[in-house]
T-cell receptor, first 116, second 113 residues
C-alpha cells in the first residue's frame, strides 16, 4: 500500500459525458501527478500540482483539467469524453516535487475509465 | 516521439537465472533514470534509480547500469524469483527543472519455474 488513494476504482460512462477522478496523496506529500495509461501505451504524464499550484504540464488534452485543493487532494476532470479516453488513470504523489533532490513518486492503484 | 524506449514487450526467464531488462532513451538532457515495477491491478512501485553522474547502482538483487554514450540503461535482477513476474517500466527525467517523468511502454517479465 503506497498510501495514495484513488476513487473510484472503476468508472463506466458514455461518450460526451464528464467525469471526475479523485486522488488523495500520501500524508505530508505536497505534489500530485496524474498519468494516463492506454492500451499498449506506457504511462503518459498529464499534469503535476505542487501545493495547490500547477507546476508541470504534459500531454493533457484541453478537454481535461485538474486542480489541487487546500487539503492537497486533487481531482482530474475529463469532459466531452471520447472512446479513446478509455484508459487507466494513475495519480502519484511525492514529498516535494519542487525540482530538486531525488524525490520518489508513489502511485495510487489507479482508476479504470471505460467510455462506451 | 518516444523519448524512452523499451523495445522488448515481454521477457521470460528461468527462476534463479539473471533477468536483464533494457531501455534506450533519446533525450540527452535526461539526468535521472528510474525503474518501476507494476503488478496487475496495482499502481507502479518505485524499484531503483540512478543519477547520470553514476554508471551503476545496486540494491540487493537489483542493479541498474547506465551507459550515457549509448543512451542505454539496463536493469539486472539476480537471482530471478517468481515474485519478480511483473511489468517493469523504465523512466527518465530532467532533475532540477521539474519532476516530469517520461515512462517507457514497459516490459512484461515472466519468471518460469
Amino acid at each position: 500500500d503506497s498510501g495514495v488513494t484513488q476513487t473510484p476504482k472503476h468508472l463506466i460512462t458514455a461518450t460526451g459525458q464528464r467525469v471526475t477522478l479523485r486522488c488523495s496523496p500520501r500524508s505530508g506529500d505536497l505534489s500530485v501527478y496524474w498519468y494516463q495509461q492506454s492500451l499498449d501505451q506506457g504511462l503518459q504524464f498529464l499534469i503535476q500540482y505542487y501545493n495547490g499550484e500547477e507546476r508541470a504540464k504534459g500531454n493533457i488534452l484541453e478537454r481535461f483539467s485538474a486542480q489541487q485543493f487546500p487539503d492537497l487532494h486533487s481531482e482530474l476532470n475529463l469532459s466531452s469524453l471520447e472512446l479513446g479516453d478509455s484508459a487507466l488513470y494513475f495519480c502519484a504523489s511525492s514529498p516535494q516535487g519542487a525540482g530538486g533532490p531525488t524525490d520518489t513518486q508513489y502511485f495510487g492503484p489507479g482508476t479504470r475509465l471505460t467510455v462506451l | 516521439d518516444q523519448q524512452v524506449k523499451q523495445n522488448s514487450p515481454s521477457l521470460s526467464v528461468q527462476e534463479g537465472r539473471i533477468s536483464i531488462l533494457n531501455c534506450d532513451y533519446t533525450n540527452s538532457m535526461f539526468d535521472y533514470f528510474l525503474w518501476y515495477k507494476k503488478y496487475p491491478a496495482e499502481g507502479p512501485t518505485f524499484l531503483i534509480s540512478i543519477s547520470s553522474i553514476k554508471d551503476k547502482n545496486e540494491d540487493g538483487r537489483f542493479t541498474v547500469f547506465l551507459n550515457k554514450s549509448a543512451k542505454h540503461l539496463s536493469l539486472h535482477i539476480v537471482p530471478s524469483q517468481p515474485g519478480d513476474s511483473a511489468v517493469y517500466f523504465c523512466a527518465a527525467s530532467v532533475r532540477n527543472r521539474d519532476d516530469k517523468i517520461i515512462f517507457g511502454k514497459g516490459t512484461r517479465l515472466h519468471i518460469l519455474p
